[in-house]
């Protein structure tokens, strides 16, 4: 009970913290109704060091904007990045706006992400955190995105991934968090 009493604090606390971005405010915001996102959902390997063993997923729209921005989307315990993608509007909204859509898939049985080990707490710790990091460095050079610009969001299990991600920090890159509790 100790145990739930401080997540709920730490929780709140964030939630206190956590402020919208314009930036990512206007990403969200459709120009016109959403269709049937257009471009295909591809898995990534050979994105960097993966010793948890998450999946790499990524939406890439056709018409990419200069220098985009990258959406993070963190699937709920039990999902998919597969589900994530049919069930969220980011890819929709990705293609209205030209950014790059990483969905991260659990490697564990149940689908929810290590939130707690010490693997996924400390900076470059090998876990869940540091997969998801790797991810977003390979998208940026990749496709020469925004560092500035990368906003992480995740439902479930997934939002509280957002709480223990972290990015190199030996790369300037900031992130900014959005919670969306399923």
Not at 51 to 77: F, N, Q, T
Request: glycine share 8%; net charge positive.
């Amino acid at each position: 009970m100790k145990f739930l009493t401080q997540i709920s604090a730490a929780l709140a606390l964030m939630a206190s913290s956590v402020k919208s971005s314009p930036v990512f405010d206007e990403l969200m915001a459709p120009t016109t109704p959403l269709k049937r996102a257009q471009a295909a959902l591809t898995q990534v390997s050979g994105f960097g060091a993966n010793s948890s063993g998450a999946k790499m997923y990524i939406y890439v729209p056709s018409k990419l904007a200069e220098k985009p921005a990258v959406i993070v989307a963190i699937h709920y315990c039990t999902g998919t990045a597969q589900a994530y993608y049919s069930g969220s509007p980011y890819a929709q909204l990705a293609d209205q706006k030209g950014f790059i859509v990483i969905y991260p898939e659990s490697p564990y049985s149940g689908t929810c992400w290590d939130v707690s080990s010490k693997a996924s707490l400390t900076h470059n710790g090998g876990g869940n955190s540091n997969s998801i990091a790797n991810m977003v460095t390979y998208t940026l050079n990749k496709y020469n995105g925004d560092a500035s610009k990368v906003f992480v969001t995740g439902s479930s299990s997934g939002g509280m991934m957002t709480v223990r991600w972290k990015i190199p920090q030996s790369q300037g890159q900031r992130a900014r968090k959005t919670e969306h509790v399923r």
